[in-house]
């Protein structure tokens, strides 16, 4: 089981960390394609923008910058599709690998990686890197088959600390991966290097991102074995607790496939309400810090990294251990109160910019801190709730015998549905928060996201239990 765990956090690694290199470019990239497609009005972008600025235009109106709003809004829609698609694909994912095991799978989306990565190498027209990114989003499949994986290869007593391990690269990789994105934006390739090939004018990071991904499917082949139906058989002393939890509570196995099947639905809509809102105060605090506090790139980089990087450490210090002890359900519930605090702080924010700038920052980094929490915590315990809700593959946890698997319960499947309403929820949720953001401002924005987590967070009593 650790052998697994370790390829598999590697194998994250390497994952994310290509998939946060291009993040911090997406700007850039849209200014690099306006020069040059700009003259053509019927182009593609060109109506791209047009269309992003009407939409802009419906809820705001600014005296300055207005094409950088735009580009910016033009950025998290990109985002948005992406997010979108993988609310598609997932539950297909899933589905695709309890019949013909994670390994195959994982590998067939890996080849559908490389692939966006050579598009966006080549692709010197925004048709064409919008192309890459569709052909990105249809196959990133490494995070769910991940959480599949160690699902197959963990007892649900270890699950939250086995799943801690998605949490911890996802936290690494948003703090190196956009910085070194960067760094290899400002080494462009010279004419002598690309053999005459017209290519993107951040070929250098897209190459970086080729090669990051070929390590790892080269890995994942060599390394990895595969895990769909390789339960781990319980042990006597787990035959006669009959289902008993180690903190006490009644274990998932002893509820009937209907119940589970309710508490996935639940999980599930919790999933797509959270994320929903949390990734619209994520998308807007650059907004935020722009307007009011006029940062710049490497400003925002700062803060964005500072949140990583305290999450990494709440994720393999504090939860890690905590989970055991307090429950799944519990956890995601102090993180979804704790980005209520977050917006509370950012709602308080912009009455003190002009009249007590000292007191507007550390309001700032005091909701930074919060939602570091929040994020080392709601999706990684929901995560793992959702997994303990699924059939165990290979034994039965009371009996011993080889398990039959309910087809709605089956861990790719359901897991892959699961993270399908979390992504339908980061597509919508950063368009709706610019909407209101733009429209009646940033403390009435946070202040209705802070009353919605409260909301959120008492209707999530009946789960954790508490």
């Not at 695709?96 to 966006?120: C, E, F, P, Q």
């Not at 190459?207 to 042990?235: N, Y």
């Amino acid at each position: 089981m650790a052998k697994v765990e370790t390829i598999v956090f590697l194998s994250l690694v390497l994952d994310l960390f290509a998939f946060t290199i291009p993040l911090p470019l997406f700007p850039r990239l849209i200014e690099w394609y306006t020069l040059r497609e700009i003259s053509d009005p019927n182009g593609f972008l060109s109506r791209t923008l047009r269309f992003v600025s009407n939409v802009r235009g419906l809820f705001y109106k600014p005296t300055l910058h207005s094409q950088k709003w735009d580009i910016v809004l033009l950025g998290g829609l990109m985002g948005s599709v992406f997010s979108m698609l993988q609310f598609i694909v997932s539950p297909r994912i899933g589905s695709l690998s309890d019949r013909h095991g994670r390994k195959k799978i994982l590998l067939y989306t890996m080849i559908g990686n490389i692939l966006s990565a050579l598009v966006w190498i080549k692709s010197t027209t925004f048709a064409s890197y919008m192309l890459s990114r569709v052909i990105g989003g249809l196959s990133e499949g490494n995070v769910q088959l991940a959480i599949a994986i160690l699902s197959d290869v963990t007892t649900p007593e270890n699950r939250s600390k086995a799943l801690a391990h998605v949490g911890i690269a996802f936290a690494i990789c948003f703090c190196i991966g956009p910085p070194i994105g960067a760094y290899f934006a400002s080494k462009p390739l010279s004419a002598a290097n690309t053999f005459g090939l017209e290519l993107n004018v951040y070929a250098v990071p897209a190459i970086l991102t080729l090669v990051l991904l070929s390590i790892e499917t080269a890995f994942l082949v060599v390394a990895l074995p595969e895990t769909r139906g390789k339960g781990i058989k319980p042990s006597e002393n787990k035959l006669k607790s009959q289902g008993k939890a180690t903190n006490g509570t009644t274990a998932p196995k002893a509820k009937s496939p209907e119940q589970r099947m309710k508490i996935l639905q639940s999980l599930r809509t919790l999933h797509f309400l959270f994320l929903g809102l949390f990734s619209g105060v994520e998308f807007t605090l650059t907004f935020l810090t722009f307007d009011l506090f006029d940062w710049n790139n490497k400003q925002n980089g700062a803060l964005i990294g500072s949140i990583g990087i305290i999450s990494a450490l709440l994720q393999g210090g504090y939860v890690r251990r905590a989970t055991s002890k307090i429950g799944e359900g519990v956890m995601a519930r102090r993180g979804v109160s704790s980005c209520a605090l977050a917006l509370i702080f950012l709602a308080i924010l912009p009455n003190f910019v002009t009249t007590n700038p000292t007191l507007a920052r550390r309001l700032l980094q005091l909701g930074a801190v919060c939602m570091a929490f929040t994020s080392a915590t709601v999706v990684n315990s929901l995560t793992a709730f959702a997994s303990l809700q699924c059939e165990e593959e290979g034994f039965d946890t009371t009996t011993g015998k080889p398990a039959k698997i309910h087809p709605q319960l089956a861990k790719g499947k359901a897991l892959g549905q699961f993270r399908s309403s979390g992504q339908l929820g980061r597509a919508i949720g950063p368009l709706i928060a610019c909407a209101s953001y733009w429209t009646v401002g940033p403390t009435y924005t946070y202040a209705t996201g802070a009353l919605a987590m409260v909301a959120l967070s008492m209707h999530m009593r009946k789960i954790a239990g508490k």
